[in-house]
């Protein structure tokens, strides 16, 4: 098992730019999270999906930012355009679906996105 | 509001000696704490939660709810605990999930 896997690895784009990230969960695992770490800032979260649905965007800085996971598997987040303050380590989380009790969220190795 | 507060950025100490990484949450209710590790070029994992009031590679946690704390303790540590650790909330009710993290501690364990 792969466990949840992100790519690129690192993105270095110009301001203005736009980059898609991509998010692949582990597979069965219907709960897909975005977060982000800004440097030196704590990880925050940016959504929720659940399969193919937006469960909590709260978390979304604004309308720069779009999130999709057609078909309820892998998703991907496109920031158009990009601005220096996006700059950051983007981290991709799944885990199953619970009912009620909490499942562990598994981790992908991150994006790091630098906007110049 | 809800709140993770992790008051040091850096803590370094001496390998076999004791180490707590303090956390201090705010939230109108029960919550759940987690801890999360990220070791160098590793990914960022659970290390234990609340709730299963275990020890992990010798690590325990114990929530104060009349403090509201949830410091990260152990006795001896050793060279290969060396990493970022995040304690991290997750409010009761909020059954999908969504964690809110603190800053995060690196902790650098010298021999």
């Known amino acids: 098992e792969a466990g949840v896997t992100q790519f690129p690895s690192h993105s270095v784009i110009e301001k203005g730019q736009t980059v898609t990230l991509r998010c692949d969960p582990i597979s069965g695992h219907d709960n897909l999270y975005w977060y982000r770490r800004v440097m030196g800032k704590e990880i925050k979260f940016l959504l929720h999906f659940v399969k193919e649905s937006k469960q909590d965007e709260s978390g979304m800085p604004n309308n720069r930012f779009l999130a999709e996971r057609t078909g309820g598997t892998y998703s991907t987040l496109k920031v158009q355009p990009a601005e220096l303050e996006d700059s950051g380590v983007y981290f991709c989380?799944?885990?199953?679906?619970?009912?009620?009790?909490?499942?562990?969220?598994?981790f992908g190795p991150g994006t790091r996105l630098t906007v110049l | 509001a809800q709140r993770v507060t992790q008051p040091e950025k850096l803590l370094s100490v001496f390998k076999g000696a004791p180490v707590e990484l303090k956390c201090n949450y705010s939230?109108?209710?029960?919550?759940?704490l987690f801890w999360y590790v990220q070791y160098s070029r590793q990914r960022l994992q659970l290390l234990l939660r609340h709730i299963s009031r275990e020890s992990i590679k010798g690590f325990t946690a114990d929530l104060n709810k009349g403090e509201t704390s949830f410091h990260l303790k152990k006795p001896f540590a050793q060279e290969e605990d060396s990493a970022m650790y995040y304690c991290?909330?997750?409010?009761?009710?909020?059954?999908?999930?969504?964690?809110?993290f603190g800053a995060g501690t690196q902790v650098v364990v010298t021999p």
């Open positions: 989380a799944s885990s199953l679906i619970a009912g009620g009790v909490y499942n562990e969220q598994f």
């Open positions: 991290a909330l997750r409010g009761v009710g909020d059954s999908w999930g969504k964690l809110q």
């Open positions: 939230y109108s209710g029960s919550p759940e």
